[in-house]
């Protein structure tokens, strides 16, 4: 499988804030924009993995900052490392009026989806990431130690096999 860069699956999706989308103080509800932020994912790794992905994980979301009944959000989602049969999507969420001012950054969080084989549904491989940027570059590094405390915290990994994260401590 051919490797693919970073901009061949980034997936920019926005969206209006409704009455609807609310709570009573007005403010988009946490559910809400959790699920747009993993269609927004699920899309950018279903076009790196081109196949079906489902979502497996969801690493540590908070709400940096309160998004507001019509305000415009743009949820940004690009694939930070590709795995065996996975890939880990940063999502991050940005805010702005209607007039495209206040425009402010919100929230992000990891995503892990696993491609899927239509028939079966079982995990299939995934092309390998190709990161070009500096930025692109470190949040490729950082996935790994990501990876490794997930799979410690769901159990599948213990404490003292994890070799990403002490190797990232030791050098500290």
């Given at each position: ?46 076009k ?6 489902v ?16 305000d ?17 999507v ?62 410690i ?6 404490p ?13």
């Amino acid at each position: 499988m051919k490797e693919k860069k970073v901009s061949e699956s980034k997936t920019i999706m926005t969206e209006m804030i409704m009455p609807n989308d609310t709570n009573p103080l007005g403010n988009l509800m946490g559910g809400n924009l959790l699920r747009w932020m993993d269609i927004a994912g699920g899309i950018c790794a279903g076009k790196h993995c081109e196949a079906h992905i489902v979502t497996v994980s969801v690493d540590h979301v908070s709400f940096e900052k309160p998004i507001h009944v019509g305000d415009v959000i743009t949820l940004e989602a690009s694939i930070t490392r590709a795995f065996n049969t996975s890939v880990e999507v940063n999502v991050e969420v940005f805010a702005a009026d209607i007039k495209g001012g206040a425009n402010r950054r919100c929230n992000n969080a990891y995503f892990t989806f696993v491609a899927v084989n239509d028939e079966t549904k079982k995990p299939v491989p995934v092309p390998q990431l190709l990161p070009l940027t500096r930025t692109e570059q470190t949040l490729f590094e950082g996935a790994a130690r990501r990876r490794e405390l997930r799979l410690i915290l769901n159990g599948r990994l213990k404490p003292s096999e994890a070799n990403e994260i002490k190797t990232y401590f030791a050098e500290q």
